[in-house]
């Protein structure tokens, strides 16, 4: 089992910067998956960003070349650095683990961009 606890979510203008960071109760290298997935109002849960234990990185269109995936195993923590935010960033950020067939989630953050 792995419980995940998400921090640096807030409130923050268009074109401001946020970090996101999920912290992991075991070692992060024994994860196949780490991933942030955001959901809006009314609207489906979606990935973010995911980055597997190989390295591997995967990011939605809508954010590529504005958010960066990355993790720290010494501290159990995958980051979302997030950049250039836009009104429609706006949601629940959260962090998935993937461990065999077994997902987990955390409670989420909420991130709220202001024009």
């Known amino acids: 089992q792995v419980q995940l606890v998400e921090s640096g979510g807030g409130l923050v203008q268009a074109g401001g910067s946020l970090r996101l960071s999920c912290t992991a109760s075991r070692s992060i290298s024994s994860i196949a998956t780490m991933g942030w997935y955001r959901q809006a109002p009314g609207k489906q849960r979606e990935l973010v960003a995911a980055?597997?234990?190989?390295?591997?990185?995967t990011y939605a269109d809508s954010v590529k070349g504005r958010y960066t995936i990355s993790t720290d195993n010494a501290r159990n923590t995958v980051y979302l650095q997030m950049n250039n935010l836009q009104p429609e960033d706006t949601a629940v950020y959260y962090c998935k683990s993937t461990v065999g067939w077994q997902n987990y989630w955390g409670q989420g953050t909420q991130v709220t961009v202001t024009v």
């Open positions: 980055i597997t234990r190989e390295g591997s990185i």
